[in-house]
């Protein structure tokens, strides 16, 4: 599953012809190229989907940030969305710049691992691992798009987004479900503070 199979199943559900790239010079590939990485990002960050929603313990970086805060910390390079950010499990302030966060509070040098700054993401996973429900979604999406922008098929592609939007739609609302049906197995011993700990829990708590 790649990004151009889901957007030739939406150009052939729209009575369009498929495309052989990104960059073929046809008005497909043009419309395509252009909305497709939005119309992911809306999908992927529009709901904390268990396949690409994550857990890190954040790297503190050396630099200062501007006042009012204190530290700057490095966020993932494939992050789409900051959704949380912890300490102890309790939430802090903080400011996104970019590829990083700056906060007013950092790790305890005497106890880092219990301390550290954990962050709630929502990654930019490939095509292969989306689950069908999510793959749908976007693919609707598409159809929409195309709709709208190639045909003129204005009443079709509201129709599509109706049944997309993340409040009403029904699509959405059935995809969220079987999301949140799924069973995510956790290993115990991985957790973003053992990995401070490169994966083996601290001391006190293997007495």
Request: net charge neutral; with cysteine.
């Amino acid at each position: 599953m790649t990004d151009l199979s889901l957007i030739n199943a939406a150009l052939t559900r729209t009575g369009n012809d498929p495309i052989t790239s990104l960059s073929d010079g046809t008005t497909e590939s043009e419309v395509a190229a252009q909305n497709y990485a939005e119309i992911v990002g809306q999908v992927l960050g529009g709901y904390p989907w268990r396949f690409c929603t994550t857990q890190q313990a954040l790297n503190l970086l050396v630099e200062r940030p501007p006042e009012p805060y204190l530290y700057s910390f490095q966020l993932p390079n494939d992050v789409l969305l900051l959704r949380d950010l912890r300490q102890c499990g309790m939430p802090i302030e903080y400011r996104q710049v970019g590829q990083t966060v700056q906060t007013r509070t950092k790790p305890s040098d005497t106890d880092p691992a219990t301390t550290a700054i954990v962050a709630t993401m929502t990654m930019l996973t490939p095509e292969v691992s989306w689950p069908p429900y999510v793959r749908k979604l976007v693919t609707m999406k598409l159809e929409a798009l195309f709709l709208r922008a190639i045909g003129e098929r204005y009443a079709e592609a509201d129709a599509r987004d109706a049944k997309v939007d993340p409040v009403t739609g029904t699509e959405w609302r059935t995809a969220t479900t079987q999301d949140a049906q799924q069973a995510r197995v956790i290993n115990p011993w991985h957790t973003p503070i053992l990995g401070v700990h490169g994966g083996r829990p601290p001391r006190s708590w293997r007495q």
